[in-house]
């Protein structure tokens, strides 16, 4: 008797039940619908999309503490790790730069504030206060000072990412001076820890279609699709630009690792889809971190230089900043000279490494930086209220990939790639296994064996008393 073939409603529901990618899909699309023709009950539902976002945010510090303080162990070598941290830094800095420079050059040949003739006097500045909360953006010395702990408990209680990371290198940093044989529980332990908190994330990402629908319905309902009309050339000129960043930027994934980008958005796709429809990259950080794992990316690189990235690599936002920057000057009537608009690079160089984390970001900077200019009317950042928010999706997907580019790049130089096992996942050889489900990430303790990794990435099996 011939088996029976599963009709096409069948196949459909199973598909809807087991894939990520899918549920996000329609949730994205039904939050949309109920945004536009019921305003209201997408702004009652946008708890659902803030409550998801507070649990993520709520095992990320743990998560980092363990994979780097796990990573530093297995590694077996700190001056490797500073290394990593240096090269991270330095592709950083010049991965931002880049994106101002040309976010800088796409306003001056598009010009999307011309002809608006805006009187900066008639715009309400008391709205960008009450957009940011009157905050202000540390300054270079407060940023560094503030990424040194001055509390173990106070470092993940206010879920500082930079704080959580110096605590890790240093007990990461002691388990190696100890050795195996002066504490031979701890590694195991934090072992342990780090399988609970990916087992958790599992449970949390069985709400992200939740997540989506709340956060989607809520951006439609309150902002419309009225703003599109409004602001569409600067939208769109953003959006463009950010295309070319990632056009350019997997241009220098394959030079540098022979890696396609493509092939590593089609891999993530489910995280991609999730972190724009909630518009924030932390919801996907954890899945971010196994998936980088699992493509050959070693534990140490992964745990340094992506939650790293959150703070000094914010290429999405470096290219709005520029652009918006020009797009407000041109809206008021102010043509910036050459030597004005070098000011401009520099001042978001310094400003945009202490966005993260800090409410309504985005306007403290460029609001700095028309005081610095001393030409643009302080008020003029007003006309970006109303946009601010769609730009996050061109933030968020710029800002995500350029952080994962920036593991596999940083990886392959310090050679903490396993190339051969990356090429086989983003072909789609080898599946992705949650680390919650999958036997490697399983804890060492009771087989008192861990598996430690070499500098050049082979690993190796150290017996442990």
Same mark, same amino acid.
């Given at each position: 008797?011939?088996?029976?073939?599963?009709?096409?409603?069948?196949?459909?529901?199973?598909?809807?039940?087991?894939?990520?990618?899918?549920?996000?899909?329609?949730?994205?699309? =039904?939050?949309?619908?109920?945004?536009?023709?019921?305003?209201?009950?997408? %702004?009652?539902?946008?708890?659902?999309?803030?409550?998801?976002?507070?649990?993520?945010?709520?095992?990320?510090?743990?998560?980092?503490?363990?994979?780097?303080?796990?990573?530093?162990?297995?590694?077996?070598?700190?001056?490797?790790?500073?290394?990593?941290?240096?090269?991270?830094?330095?592709?950083?800095?010049?991965?931002?730069?880049?994106?101002?420079?040309?976010?800088?050059?796409? /306003?001056?040949?598009?010009?999307?504030?011309?002809?608006?003739?805006?009187?900066?006097?008639?715009?309400?500045?008391?709205?960008?206060?009450?957009?940011?909360?009157?905050?202000?953006?540390? @300054?270079?010395?407060?940023?560094?000072?503030?990424?040194?702990?001055?509390?173990?408990?106070?470092?993940?209680?206010?879920?500082?990412?930079?704080?959580?990371?110096?605590?890790?290198?240093?007990?990461?940093? #002691?388990?190696?001076?100890?050795?195996?044989?002066?504490?031979? #529980?701890?590694?195991?332990?934090?072992?342990?820890?780090?399988?609970?908190?990916?087992?958790?994330?599992?449970?949390?990402?069985?709400?992200?279609?939740?997540?989506?629908?709340?956060?989607?319905?809520?951006?439609?309902?309150?902002?419309?699709?009225?703003?599109?009309?409004?602001?569409?050339?600067?939208?769109?000129?953003?959006?463009?630009?950010? =295309?070319?960043?990632?056009?350019? =930027? /997997?241009?220098?994934?394959?030079?540098?690792?022979?890696?396609?980008?493509?092939?590593?958005?089609?891999?993530?796709?489910?995280?991609?889809?999730?972190?724009?429809? %909630?518009?924030? @990259?932390?919801?996907?950080?954890?899945?971010?971190?196994?998936?980088?794992?699992?493509?050959?990316?070693?534990?140490?690189?992964?745990? =340094?230089?992506?939650?790293?990235?959150?703070?000094?690599?914010?290429?999405?936002?470096?290219?709005?900043?520029?652009?918006?920057?020009?797009?407000?000057?041109? /809206?008021?009537?102010?043509?910036?000279?050459?030597?004005?608009?070098?000011?401009?690079?520099?001042?978001?160089?310094?400003?945009?490494?202490?966005?993260?984390?800090?409410?309504?970001?985005?306007?403290? #900077?460029?609001?700095?930086?028309?005081?610095?200019?001393?030409?643009?009317?302080?008020?003029?950042?007003?006309?970006?209220?109303?946009?601010?928010?769609?730009?996050?999706?061109?933030?968020?997907?710029?800002?995500?990939?350029?952080?994962?580019?920036?593991?596999?790049?940083? @990886?392959?130089?310090?050679?903490?790639?396993?190339?051969?096992?990356?090429?086989?996942?983003?072909?789609?050889?080898?599946?992705?296994?949650?680390?919650?489900?999958?036997?490697?990430?399983?804890?060492?303790?009771?087989?008192?064996? @861990?598996?430690?990794?070499?500098?050049?990435?082979?690993?190796?099996?150290?017996?442990?008393?």
């Amino acid at each position: 008797m011939p088996p029976s073939i599963p009709s096409p409603l069948r196949r459909a529901a199973r598909l809807l039940r087991t894939s990520l990618f899918i549920q996000v899909t329609c949730a994205l699309l =039904l939050g949309v619908l109920v945004g536009r023709l019921w305003p209201g009950v997408g %702004t009652a539902v946008q708890p659902l999309g803030d409550g998801f976002v507070r649990l993520i945010k709520a095992v990320i510090a743990p998560l980092v503490f363990c994979v780097v303080v796990t990573g530093i162990a297995k590694a077996g070598n700190l001056r490797a790790f500073g290394r990593i941290g240096l090269k991270a830094l330095i592709w950083f800095e010049v991965a931002t730069t880049f994106a101002l420079l040309i976010g800088l050059v796409a /306003a001056n040949l598009v010009q999307p504030g011309a002809g608006m003739n805006v009187d900066a006097s008639k715009l309400d500045s008391s709205a960008v206060a009450a957009k940011t909360g009157g905050g202000e953006l540390p @300054s270079t010395s407060e940023f560094v000072l503030h990424a040194l702990p001055d509390s173990a408990v106070g470092a993940f209680a206010e879920n500082s990412l930079l704080q959580v990371l110096v605590l890790a290198c240093l007990v990461g940093a #002691a388990l190696l001076h100890l050795g195996h044989t002066k504490v031979p #529980a701890i590694l195991p332990a934090v072992e342990q820890v780090q399988d609970i908190v990916f087992t958790v994330v599992g449970f949390v990402m069985r709400l992200a279609p939740l997540a989506v629908f709340g956060a989607t319905a809520h951006l439609v309902g309150e902002y419309g699709l009225g703003v599109m009309s409004t602001y569409g050339k600067l939208i769109g000129v953003c959006y463009a630009v950010a =295309l070319l960043f990632l056009a350019l =930027l /997997a241009v220098a994934l394959k030079a540098v690792t022979g890696l396609s980008l493509w092939k590593f958005v089609r891999y993530t796709r489910e995280e991609m889809l999730l972190a724009l429809g %909630t518009a924030s @990259s932390e919801t996907v950080m954890p899945r971010m971190m196994q998936k980088l794992r699992q493509a050959g990316a070693r534990d140490d690189a992964v745990g =340094l230089v992506l939650p790293t990235g959150y703070s000094f690599n914010l290429d999405g936002a470096s290219i709005y900043l520029s652009i918006a920057t020009l797009f407000i000057a041109q /809206a008021v009537g102010v043509d910036l000279s050459l030597g004005q608009q070098i000011t401009v690079v520099l001042m978001l160089m310094l400003t945009s490494k202490g966005m993260a984390g800090v409410p309504g970001s985005a306007f403290l #900077a460029l609001s700095a930086t028309a005081s610095a200019l001393g030409v643009i009317p302080a008020g003029a950042v007003a006309l970006l209220l109303g946009v601010d928010r769609i730009m996050d999706s061109m933030r968020v997907a710029t800002n995500l990939l350029g952080n994962c580019v920036a593991v596999f790049a940083v @990886s392959r130089w310090e050679g903490a790639l396993d190339m051969v096992r990356a090429k086989k996942v983003l072909g789609g050889d080898i599946p992705f296994v949650p680390d919650d489900d999958d036997p490697r990430t399983q804890s060492s303790g009771d087989s008192k064996s @861990s598996v430690d990794t070499k500098s050049s990435g082979e690993p190796r099996t150290e017996s442990l008393p």
